[in-house]
């Protein structure tokens, strides 16, 4: 069975997808960290982020693998560095070019393949599992979206005003909505959660309430 689970950033997606993953005994899949590994590798590479087909190379180049909570990216394990300001930078660009898009969403089913999972990102329900038995689509207010990037940014050790979150928060919701390759929208079909009133139980409590209802 496939779920999956898409939003903004600072709506709760990954802690919700992963929850309900160990809720459910299914496997996770952090898509947002593959295309982050992908412009981790372009930036050791000194690769120019602009020259799409070289930034493609890489993706089809480079081996990304998942072992328990641990990114790799040729064996070597990323999963603090993805998550620098740079490489959240860096994904931006990357996330944008149509042939990495292609090669990352073939890669997500083929990691799907046979298995349970719930697979969190952008385009999970609309472009990569349209067939999905759940597809949800988290939202949150701003307010709550950035308080939550604001403790995510302390909990790896930077600290930044809300008003700046708030501001990159709305150039950045505005720039996924807008992008013409796989732009952030629901599938038709989703079940929209408003978690700004929720806490992360509070989240997965209602995700794992609508699977286990229907
Ligand atoms: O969710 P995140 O912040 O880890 O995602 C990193 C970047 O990748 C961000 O720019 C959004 C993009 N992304 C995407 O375009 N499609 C996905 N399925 C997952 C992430």
């Known amino acids: ?31 947002g960290a593959m295309y982050r590994a992908v412009a981790w590798a372009a930036l050791e590479r000194g690769i120019d982020l602009a020259d799409e087909s070289a930034v493609a190379n890489v993706s089809r180049s ?9 990114v790799f990216v040729d064996g070597v394990e990323v999963t603090e560095a993805i998550r620098s ?6 994904s931006r660009p990357v996330a944008a070019n149509t042939a990495v898009r292609e090669i990352l969403s073939e890669l997500q089913r083929k990691l799907a393949v046979g298995r349970n999972v719930v697979t969190e990102g952008r385009d999970q329900g609309t ?6 038995e759940f597809k949800f689509f988290l939202t949150a207010s701003q307010q709550a979206r950035a308080e939550r990037r604001q403790q995510d940014f302390a909990a790896h050790g930077q600290q930044l005003p809300l008003e700046q979150i708030l501001k990159d928060q709305a150039d950045r919701d505005h720039r996924d909505a807008a992008r013409s390759v796989g732009p952030l929208k629901p599938a038709d079909d989703a079940i929209h959660v408003d978690t700004s009133a929720l806490d ?6 209602r995700l794992s309430q609508i699977v286990n209802s229907a």
Do not use: W, Y
């Open 85 to 90: 300001s740079e490489v959240t930078a860096a």
């Open 127 to 132: 472009a990569v599992f349209p067939d999905a």
């Open 62 to 70: 480079v081996a990304i693998t998942f072992e328990r909570q641990q």
């Open 200 to 205: 992360a139980e509070g989240v997965v409590d």
């Open 1 to 31: 069975m496939i779920i999956t689970i898409d939003g903004p950033a600072g709506a709760g997606k990954s802690t919700a997808a992963r929850n309900l993953a160990a809720r459910l005994g299914f496997d996770f899949l952090d898509t």
